[in-house]
Structures are given as C-alpha cells and as structure tokens.
C-alpha cells in the first residue's frame, strides 16, 4: 500500500514513497525531518501542525500524505530567506512577545500567513476568526494578534 | 493509524463500484476531518478508503440563474461556502451556520454533505439546508434517489443512507421574494465547539412585508436529530410579524423541543435560549427583508 506523489514543499519539488495511511503531519516529521511542524492534539483541535496546502491554512494531522499529490505545500521551514533573514511575520512575532514557549507558534504563523497572503489589509476580527483554531496554552493570545497585526500594518516588510 | 488502501476514483459510478466490491472493509472518505479522527482513534477500522475527493461534479457550487435553483455538491467545502458572496449575500442562513464550523483548517478541507452525514445532532451544516427546503440526491447501488435533507436523520449518527449509497448534492429551490434567513450557533465559544443549542429561522413576507407566507424554525441539539418546531411555524403563518408574535413563536419551539441535560448543558437553559434567539434569528429575518427591498 505504497503510493508515488510529487509535490512541491516549500518551492522544492519532491517526490516521495509515501503508505496510504500516512498523515501529511507524519510525512513532514517522522519521514522527511521537518520538525518545524508541531503535532498537538492529533485530532484537529489545536492548530500546532498548520501547514498550508495550495494557499489555505489546514491541520496536517488530519490531512493525508496521499492527499498533497500534485499540491502546493508551505511549512514553517519554508519562511526564513537562506540567509537566516526572518519572514516579516516571524520577526513580528519577536518583537512583539508573540512567542513564549513557542510550541504553537509553527501553526499560529502559518494559519496568519495563510490570511495575509489572501488579505493584506485582513482587520482584527479577521485575524481572531482566521486563529480561531490554534490553541496557545501559554494564552498569550493578545501579544499573538498584535504581532499579525504589527506585520500587516508593516505590509510584510521587516524594518 | 491503522493501515489501509486508499483509492481515488473520478466517477460517482467508479466509487460505488469500488464499494462493491470491498463492501463493509470500505469507507467512503470526502474532506476527511472526521473520518481521519475515527480511523485514528480506531472508531473505524476500514481497510479501503474510498475518496470521494477526485469526483469532480461533486465539487461544484451553482446557482442557476433562470430558475433561481441553488446546487451545492457535497464535496463543496465549509470555506467555499463561507467565501462566496453569492452564499453570503443571498443564503445569509448558510454563511451564518458554516462560518463557524470548527476552525477556518476544518472548513478549508471539510465538507458540508461529510457534515450531513456524520448526522450528529448538533450538525451546523444541516440546520440551514432544512430551513431553506434543501433536498439531497442520493447516488447507489440502484441508482438515484432523492429526499428532503430533513427526512436524512433517523438518529443520532444515523441517516437513511444505504450500504453504498453516496450524498452527491443538495439542491436549494427557488427562494420566493421577501425571504429573510438567519442561524445562531449559541455555546461558550463560537470556534472548536459544538453549539449548546443551533436556532435557524426563515421568514417569507407578502407583498405587503407584514403578513408571513411562508416560516421555518428549525433547532439544533434540541432533540436526537435536527427538528422543525412546527406548531411554532404554523403560528406564524397568515399573522402580521412583530417581535411579540416571535416571543410566542419561540416559546411554542422552546416547548416542542426534546432538549435534554448534556455535559455542555441543562436541558432548562437549551429552552430558554431557544425562546429568545427564535425571536432575534425571527427579528433579524425581517431585517434582512427590508434592507432587501
């Protein structure tokens, strides 16, 4: 129960043997490594394995390997430029105390990039709707909106 | 998890044929957000899972502008729906009750006919389809059928679909001028929960935009499966509407419920939020209306 996909992760085009019951969440971590994504719940609860698969913010651990055939994958891993230079919503949430243990944080930047890649100009209520589903357990949520909002407002520029 | 084979077909005939042949070692599998969890937690231990997800014609959202009839195909997920103006700006009802299903991640992948037939009775996705007289076609063994998407619960997680039958869509018929609809789904919180009650209501008005032709109340978590208050329909119809004929109509629905205690819950509390949103869903309705004409 092998299956070839091919998809491109992170601008990267991949081809992988994947077993039909794999998880994309399984793929990423157990497989190839990436560890950037965090598993939480396993169930669709939290938010921690937010990845984006052709432009929309999903849960990994619910979505099936076999299922990002042919599909456009974007991971935490994929933000940074080479040369270590934070994505513009990462170093938001730096600067604004956006990341405290940092285990959701994976899941809370995708699911934010997900929004502003559709809406750059995304309001408040937006924001809260679109995060709805990443739980922080550390509950800093409030510091979390100002930093997507601080990253808006900069029009995904760092300083 | 478990392993199993997945197959993809690309046609509503492949995928019941595939079911015949692996009959109950199958599942069909749509956006996957619950039967990934049920297999994970080995509710559900199939050894083929049959994807709906490659079948085109089932991912098709459509209005038919000559006769004004609505078609969403099952496949049709949560967020298309909540993205589409046409949904929003003319089924303010459906955008009201899918905008909040779980979290924006399950509704970019879950399904509204894979909400319809996990049947739970809380299920925001049905509650909508009712009110607006949505009707279901049903693809199996022996072919087509249809029914109305408020005879499709028989119990909690039970629907009439038979072994190998598929939901293919839901049809909305025409809505007749002077329709205003609304849906609350009232909890704790609006995001990862399911609702302590779901309270849809669906007003059609007289060219005079008093006297109600046509009403639908329709109730979530308020008994084993998704209800419609009748008596509080009927006595509606031909009256003038203002807030207090709502008051009265929410405390006949409120009465007509089979709302229990649960752990999100007392039955006591399920009822009087049933009073006052049938009233405000009945109020915003006749908002809609006008702001419509």
């Known amino acids: 129960m092998a299956t070839n996909i091919s998809f491109l992760l992170n601008g990267d085009k991949i081809s992988y043997e994947i077993k039909d019951h794999w998880t994309l969440l399984h793929l990423l971590r157990e497989e190839m490594g990436l560890i950037g994504t965090k598993e939480g719940c396993g169930n669709g609860e939290c938010g921690a394995c937010t990845v984006i698969v052709d432009k929309l913010a999903i849960n990994s651990c619910l979505y099936l390997a076999i299922d990002a055939d042919e599909k456009i994958i974007e991971t935490i891993e994929g933000l940074a430029s080479t040369d270590g230079t934070l994505h513009p919503l990462q170093q938001s949430f730096v600067d604004n105390g956006g990341i405290q243990c940092g285990f959701c944080s994976p899941g809370m930047i995708m699911s934010s990039k997900a929004l502003l890649d559709e809406n750059p100009k995304a309001g408040h209520e937006e924001i809260k709707h679109a995060l709805a589903g990443n739980i922080c357990r550390c509950t800093g949520y409030v510091q979390i909106l100002d930093s997507v909002e601080a990253a808006r407002d900069k029009g995904g520029q760092n300083e | ?293």
């Not at chain 2, 199993?4 to 046609?11: A, E, G, I, M, N």
């Not at chain 2, 509704?107 to 037939?117: D, F, K, Q």
């Not at chain 2, 029914?147 to 049809?171: H, M, N, R």
């Not at chain 2, 308020?222 to 008051?247: H, Q, S, V, W």
């Open chain 2, 1 to 293: 998890m478990k392993p199993f084979k997945y197959l993809s077909p690309t046609t509503v005939e492949k995928a019941i044929s595939y079911y015949g042949e692996h009959s109950e070692t199958a599942k069909f599998i749509a956006g996957g957000t619950d039967v990934i969890v049920k297999v994970k937690e080995g509710w559900m231990e199939p050894d083929y899972l049959i994807s709906l997800k490659k079948i085109e014609e089932m991912g098709e959202l459509h209005k038919n502008e000559a006769t004004g009839e609505l078609s969403i195909g099952a496949l049709v997920t949560h967020a298309t729906l909540e993205k589409s103006l046409m949904i929003q700006n003319e089924y303010p009802i459906i955008y009201d009750a899918v905008s909040n299903i779980g979290s924006l991640q399950v509704r970019n992948v879950g399904t509204i006919g894979g909400n319809l037939i996990n049947a739970v009775p809380s299920a925001d996705g049905a509650i909508p389809l009712i009110a607006l007289d949505g009707v279901a076609l049903l693809h199996g063994p022996s072919g087509e059928r249809s029914a109305q998407v408020k005879d499709l619960f028989i119990a909690p997680y039970k629907t009439i679909l038979k072994s190998g039958e598929i939901l293919k869509k839901i049809t909305i018929p025409t809505q007749a001028p002077n329709t205003g609809s609304a849906y609350i789904k009232f909890g704790r919180r609006a995001a990862m929960e399911l609702p302590l009650i779901g309270i849809g209501v669906l007003l059609t008005l007289e060219d005079d935009m008093e006297t109600c032709s046509k009403a639908r109340i329709c109730l979530g978590v308020a008994a084993p499966t998704p209800m419609r208050a009748f008596d509080a329909e009927k006595l509606l119809i031909g009256k003038k509407i203002n807030k207090e004929i709502l008051i009265e109509a929410g405390n006949i629905a409120a009465d007509e419920s089979k709302v229990r205690n649960s752990i999100r819950g007392k039955a006591w509390h399920r009822k009087e939020m049933i009073r006052v949103h049938v009233k405000r869903m009945g109020l915003k309705c006749l908002e809609i209306i006008k702001n419509n004409s």
